[in-house]
């Protein structure tokens, strides 16, 4: 990779991960949520965002890592992924960068408790890593599909 791309940052746990900037709609403030039933664990539900039914996943749970009540620095990054809006619960979003090709390196098989499946690559930056997710892989499953179905039936 040669070429740079721009990365909102966020944190979950003390990590501190990027999606592309050109996945993401938009920075919300965690909002009530209305539940799913029957839906996998790491998905909160779905709220309502400016007209649009949005299914919310909680980044930490999806990722295998311990859940933790949302807080004041929590946020919604609302990602756009093959024509679906979902938002995705991390711990803040403090960011944007740009990071050169040159500095991305192929995943590791595991960071922490995170699948390589789900890592575009890591970054090396002065003195911080940080670990570029593969959006289409963690938010491919079929769970996420039906939500947006049920979402447009409501």
């Not at 709609?25 to 029957?38: D, G, L, M, W, Y």
């Not at 711990?91 to 040159?102: C, E, K, L, M, R």
């Not at 595991?110 to 699948?115: F, I, K, L, M, Y």
């Not at 789900?118 to 079929?142: E, F, H, Q, S």
């Amino acid at each position: 990779m040669s070429m740079e791309i721009k990365v909102i940052v966020f944190r979950l746990d003390s990590e501190e991960y990027g999606v592309e900037v050109n996945q993401v709609k938009s920075i919300e403030r965690v909002q009530n949520v209305t539940k799913i039933p029957q839906s996998a664990n790491f998905v909160k539900g779905i709220i309502n965002l400016r007209g649009n039914v949005t299914p919310i996943i909680d980044l930490r749970t999806r990722l295998g890592m311990e859940y933790l009540e949302a807080t004041d620095s929590s946020r919604v990054i609302i990602v756009g992924v093959e024509g679906m809006q979902i938002g995705l619960i991390v711990d803040s979003a403090n960011d944007v960068i740009d990071i050169p090709g040159n500095l991305i390196e192929a995943p590791p098989k595991v960071v922490g408790n995170v699948d390589a499946a789900y890592l575009r690559g890591v970054a090396k930056l002065d003195d911080r890593l940080l670990i570029l997710l593969n959006l289409d892989k963690v938010l491919d499953t079929v769970e996420i599909k039906k939500l947006e179905e049920i979402g447009k039936s409501i």
